[in-house]
């Protein structure tokens, strides 16, 4: 099997922090993260810095990231304007988003689902830079509840320009059968199929595993188990990056990441927050230990 780990942290991770990092700090996490080995860091958003003060200054992060050749870099879009400024800078990948339902469009990004939809489609059409399309709350919303597989597949047929489909439970609501039943769904319209997982109720590294199985080929997670949707009430963070390659390691999965460096990113990452984070195998170690 082989898989490319995309570490959200940057984005995902820090935009449901209390506190502010300025963009040198941020971008010093990106670089981090690359010199673990990273194959692709998502390292901003370009959204509005009034709804997310957290994301406020992406162009400044993009500009202060020590780039290396191996590792892909991304930022994530709503619209036009996100997409558009996005396209000013240097990043590599443009990762543009909607919602699986009316109600998370219009709170997430003041549209409707099929407003949104329109919106995606001609980003991705347009867009000269590898595009992926992620589906939020494709497992479950937190004002409609279950969201119709159905849906998240026909969304994703008439979007199918982007490059790849990554499926995100965005409130961490999913369980391995569904998950592995939507990836194969929506793989076979022929695109690569990626997964996105909240561990808010414990099912996170369970969900990865099962996507992997179905024949996903891009797991998100977020370094020492930050995240959340400031837009998702109870949204929490999402796998955390140094567990997933533990894992994923141990079964014999080749990430080509260093988890003792991506170790010690979330130890200076605790540091830089002042408190303890989610994740889990920075704090124990790997097994068997280094010698």
Same mark, same amino acid.
């Given at each position: 099997?082989?898989?490319?780990?995309?570490?959200?942290?940057?984005?995902? *991770? %820090?935009?449901?922090?209390?506190?502010? +990092?300025?963009?040198?700090?941020?971008?010093?996490?990106?670089?981090?993260?690359?010199?673990?080995?990273?194959?692709?860091?998502?390292?901003?958003?370009?959204?509005?810095?009034?709804?997310?003060?957290?994301?406020?200054?992406?162009?400044?992060?993009?500009?202060?990231?020590?780039?290396?050749?191996?590792?892909? =870099?991304?930022?994530? $879009? +709503?619209?036009?304007?996100? =997409?558009?400024?996005?396209?000013?800078?240097? +990043?590599?990948?443009?990762?543009?988003?909607?919602?699986? &339902?009316?109600?998370?469009?219009?709170?997430?990004?003041?549209?409707?689902?099929?407003?949104?939809?329109?919106?995606?489609?001609?980003?991705?059409? #347009?867009?000269?830079?590898?595009?992926?399309? &992620?589906?939020?709350? #494709?497992? @479950?919303?937190?004002?409609?509840?279950?969201?119709?597989?159905?849906?998240?597949?026909?969304?994703?047929?008439? %979007?199918?320009?982007?490059?790849?489909?990554?499926?995100?439970?965005?409130? /961490?609501? !999913?369980?391995? @059968?569904?998950?592995?039943?939507?990836?194969?769904?929506?793989?076979? %319209?022929?695109?690569?199929?990626?997964?996105?997982?909240?561990?808010?109720?414990?099912? @996170?590294?369970?969900?990865?595993?099962?996507?992997?199985?179905? /024949? !996903?080929?891009?797991?998100?997670?977020? $370094?020492?188990?930050? *995240?959340?949707?400031?837009?998702?009430?109870?949204?929490?963070?999402?796998?955390?990056?140094?567990?997933?390659? =533990?894992?994923?390691?141990?079964?014999? $999965?080749?990430?080509?990441?260093?988890?003792?460096?991506?170790?010690?990113?979330?130890?200076? %990452?605790?540091?830089?927050?002042?408190?303890?984070?989610?994740?889990?195998? =920075?704090?124990? @170690?790997?097994?068997?230990?280094?010698?």
């Amino acid at each position: 099997m082989a898989v490319v780990v995309c570490d959200v942290g940057p984005r995902d *991770g %820090l935009q449901n922090e209390r506190d502010v +990092l300025e963009p040198p700090v941020r971008a010093e996490l990106v670089d981090r993260l690359a010199a673990a080995g990273l194959p692709r860091v998502e390292a901003a958003s370009f959204v509005d810095a009034a709804r997310v003060p957290q994301m406020a200054g992406a162009e400044d992060v993009v500009e202060q990231i020590q780039r290396r050749p191996e590792t892909e =870099y991304s930022g994530l $879009v +709503l619209n036009r304007r996100g =997409y558009e400024r996005l396209c000013a800078t240097t +990043l590599d990948r443009v990762n543009v988003t909607l919602g699986a &339902t009316e109600t998370f469009n219009r709170r997430n990004a003041n549209a409707s689902l099929e407003e949104a939809t329109e919106r995606v489609a001609e980003i991705v059409a #347009a867009s000269e830079r590898p595009a992926t399309l &992620t589906i939020s709350v #494709a497992f @479950g919303d937190p004002w409609e509840g279950e969201v119709d597989p159905d849906r998240v597949v026909e969304l994703a047929g008439r %979007l199918d320009a982007a490059d790849e489909i990554v499926l995100a439970d965005t409130i /961490g609501v !999913a369980t391995p @059968g569904r998950v592995r039943r939507l990836v194969e769904r929506v793989r076979e %319209l022929g695109k690569p199929v990626g997964g996105h997982f909240h561990n808010t109720r414990n099912t @996170g590294f369970a969900n990865a595993w099962a996507a992997l199985g179905a /024949g !996903a080929t891009v797991l998100d997670a977020a $370094v020492g188990g930050l *995240g959340g949707c400031p837009f998702a009430p109870k949204a929490t963070g999402n796998i955390a990056t140094e567990d997933l390659v =533990y894992l994923l390691e141990r079964e014999g $999965v080749d990430t080509g990441i260093d988890l003792g460096a991506l170790a010690a990113v979330s130890e200076w %990452l605790e540091q830089v927050l002042g408190r303890q984070l989610p994740g889990q195998v =920075y704090r124990a @170690g790997a097994f068997p230990a280094a010698v």
